[in-house]
C-alpha cells in the first residue's frame, strides 16, 4: 500500500492524475491484492458515500407511549421485588433474633436456677450452727437476746444511742 501512495503521488507531479489513471491504478491495487490473498474465496470491495448528516429521526407517539408503559411496569416491578425482599431479609433476622434472644433466656433461667440451689445449700441451719461452733461461737443464753419488738419507742421520734449490759446469770 505504501507504494501505491508514492505512485499517486508521482501522477499528482506530473500533472497526469485523471479517471483513466486512477482506474489503472485500481486495477493494478486489485491485481497484487488478489495476488497476496489467502485462500479460494474473493474479496469483493464497495465503495459507498453516503450522506446520513441531514436524516433526522421522527418520533413514534405510539412507541414513546410502550415505553413509557414499560418502565412504569418496570420500576413498580422492581420496587414490589424490593419490599418482598426487605420484608422477607427482616423476618429471617427477626427469627435470628428471637432465637438468639431464646437461648439467652433459657440460660439466665439455668443459671437462677443454680443460684437458687446454691442458696438452699448456704442457708440451711445444720451448716451454719456447724460454721458458728467451728468459729468459737455458742447458743444464746437466756436474757442475750432482746427482740426488736420490746422497744416501746415510736420509730418515728428521735432516739438517744445507748447501751445496756446484760446481767450475767448467777449461779447460787
Known amino acids: 500500500m505504501a507504494a501505491a501512495g508514492i505512485v499517486i503521488d508521482r501522477f499528482r507531479e506530473k500533472g497526469q492524475w485523471n479517471a483513466e489513471t486512477a482506474m489503472e491504478h485500481n486495477r493494478w491495487l486489485f491485481a497484487a491484492q488478489q495476488r497476496a490473498r489467502r485462500g479460494p474465496t474473493p474479496e469483493v470491495f464497495f465503495d459507498?458515500?453516503?450522506?446520513?448528516?441531514?436524516?433526522v429521526k421522527a418520533e413514534d407517539p405510539v412507541r414513546k407511549r410502550e415505553m413509557r408503559s414499560f418502565t412504569v411496569a418496570a420500576v413498580f416491578f422492581f420496587a414490589l421485588l424490593m419490599?418482598?425482599?426487605?420484608?422477607?431479609?427482616?423476618?429471617?433476622?427477626?427469627?435470628?433474633?428471637?432465637?438468639?434472644?431464646?437461648?439467652?433466656?433459657?440460660?439466665?433461667?439455668?443459671?437462677?436456677?443454680q443460684l437458687g440451689l446454691t442458696e438452699a445449700q448456704l442457708s440451711r441451719s445444720e451448716r451454719i450452727d456447724r460454721l458458728a461452733h467451728q468459729i468459737g461461737m455458742q447458743s444464746p443464753q437466756p436474757g442475750q437476746m432482746v427482740a426488736p419488738a420490746m422497744v416501746d419507742a415510736d420509730p418515728n421520734l428521735p432516739v438517744l444511742a445507748s447501751v445496756t449490759v446484760p446481767a450475767l446469770p448467777s449461779n447460787r
Open 48 to 55: 459507498k458515500r453516503l450522506d446520513n448528516s441531514r436524516l
Open 83 to 113: 419490599v418482598y425482599s426487605w420484608q422477607h431479609f427482616s423476618s429471617i433476622e427477626y427469627g435470628y433474633h428471637i432465637e438468639t434472644e431464646k437461648a439467652q433466656l433459657q440460660h439466665l433461667q439455668e443459671e437462677n436456677h
